[in-house]
């Protein structure tokens, strides 16, 4: 495997991984305490914020993870093509599930509190389940580069 | 321990970038409410990340050598400023927003949020560093050059 394709997926894919797990351990159980009207507004500004980080993270640890398989031989190959698999899965779920309901959410429409609530909840176990998907990812990209 | 210290200096990093920006914005009231709940939340995970990843980094250093040994060495040293400094700088700083009741604001709050926001950016900065020099280690120099089998 190319050392020049290793070290960027492992630091973005780090940052990014270290970024979802952050918002799901930090933020998700905050959120869920708050009102209605307090969380729109929390998630807006957190969303501005990482809209802007997470996908840059996410973009140059696709290329680079797609690199590393392009570059490397035997199990690290095999390794980091399942790792840029899960990946484009996750960019695929995140744009298909996700975003929606961030759009949703973000914009400044009047929505009965049922069903804030609801998307909320939907929002949650996406964000979960990415959060898995990415933690696993970066565990397969730190194996495929030590085997 | 590069997955910890993966998700350990990611964490930093969305601190540094998402929480901190808020945080400017928010009076005072807010800012100590958010704040203490965050810091409770956050207080057992990232130490818990830091010491794995402290710990692996130590004894991937022990048993790599040349250019692995120096980065994994420099990344543990990293990784142990940030622990000290966390300590004795942050750690004061959030206890005197969580030994008081939820909502009360503690005094000089505002010099306190500009020093924890300070020292935060460049515990985020240090961590990256940390963070790029272990990785360096192993891919650069990683297990089949660097490391005694």
Wanted: net charge positive.
């Amino acid at each position: 495997m190319s050392q020049w394709w290793a070290t960027p997926m492992l630091l973005s894919g780090g940052l990014f991984a270290g970024g979802v797990v952050s918002i799901a351990w930090e933020r998700v159980p905050a959120w869920q305490t708050t009102t209605i009207s307090d969380f729109r507004m929390g998630f807006a500004h957190t969303l501005r914020r990482v809209d802007r980080l997470q996908p840059a993270l996410l973009s140059i640890c696709l290329v680079s993870t797609i690199g590393c398989a392009v570059t490397a031989a035997g199990a690290a190959r095999s390794l980091a093509a399942l790792a840029a698999a899960a990946l484009l899965l996750l960019l695929v779920g995140s744009v298909a599930w996700l975003v929606p309901i961030q759009r949703t959410l973000k914009s400044g429409t009047q929505l009965p509190a049922a069903a804030v609530d609801g998307l909320r909840a939907r929002w949650r176990r996406g964000h979960l389940i990415r959060t898995v998907a990415a933690v696993a990812q970066f565990t397969l990209a730190v194996v495929a580069t030590i085997v | 321990m590069l997955s910890a210290g993966g998700l350990f200096t990611g964490g930093l990093v969305w601190y540094a970038w998402e929480r901190v920006w808020i945080w400017r914005r928010l009076d005072l009231g807010e800012f100590a409410l958010d704040f203490r709940r965050s810091v409770r939340r956050a207080d057992p995970a990232m130490p818990i990340l830091l010491m794995i990843c402290g710990a692996a980094a130590g004894v991937f250093a022990s048993i790599a050598d040349g250019v692995a040994r120096t980065l994994a060495l420099a990344g543990t040293g990293l990784l142990a400023v940030i622990l000290v400094a966390s300590i004795v700088v942050a750690e004061p700083i959030n206890s005197q927003f969580r030994r008081l009741p939820e909502g009360v604001v503690p005094p000089q709050a505002e010099r306190l949020r500009r020093r924890w926001r300070r020292f935060h950016l460049i515990r985020a900065c240090l961590g990256v560093a940390a963070l790029a020099c272990l990785i360096v280690a192993v891919t650069y120099a990683g297990p089949s050059r660097g490391v005694a089998r």
